[in-house]
């Protein structure tokens, strides 16, 4: 069973950082699509960051130059650097992880981009708070 447990959340002022870790448990396959996904209050999830077993990245636009996705398949960890946070990135960060297989119609496809939904494994979320 895939367990992903999220932490390094907390409050910070406008312009401050955070990391925040997902350590992964159980997931036997070398390939993969994880990521960090974000829910404001009020508002739907949203995709931040992936990256996949390749080691290629994406970023949403609104993060795109201040957050910096990264893995340590060897500690099973995914990190997610955040710097000069704004309110607007305020939210519960949660982190996935799938073996990136996609449905598209009736085809299945690799796809591991922050747009994507439908992971298969969640972590229970951590929360950022970032005040003005």
């Known amino acids: 069973q895939v367990q992903l447990v999220e932490s390094g959340g907390g409050s910070v002022e406008a312009g401050g950082s955070l990391t925040l870790s997902c350590a992964e448990s159980?997931?036997?396959?070398?390939?993969?699509?994880m990521g960090w996904f974000r829910q404001a209050p009020g508002k739907e999830r949203e995709g931040v960051a992936t990256i996949d077993s390749d080691g290629k990245i994406n970023y949403a636009d609104s993060v795109r130059g201040r957050f910096t996705i990264s893995v340590d398949n060897n500690k099973h960890t995914l990190s997610l650097q955040m710097n000069s946070l704004a309110p607007e990135d305020t939210g519960m960060y949660y982190c996935?992880?799938?073996?990136?297989?996609?449905?598209?119609?009736?085809?299945?496809?690799?796809?591991?981009?922050?747009?994507?939904?439908?992971?298969?494994?969640w972590g229970q979320g951590t929360q950022v708070t970032v005040s003005s």
């Open positions: 996935a992880l799938d073996a990136g297989w996609y449905p598209f119609g009736d085809l299945v496809k690799w796809y591991c981009a922050a747009d994507r939904s439908g992971f298969a494994n």
């Open positions: 159980g997931y036997s396959s070398h390939s993969y699509c």
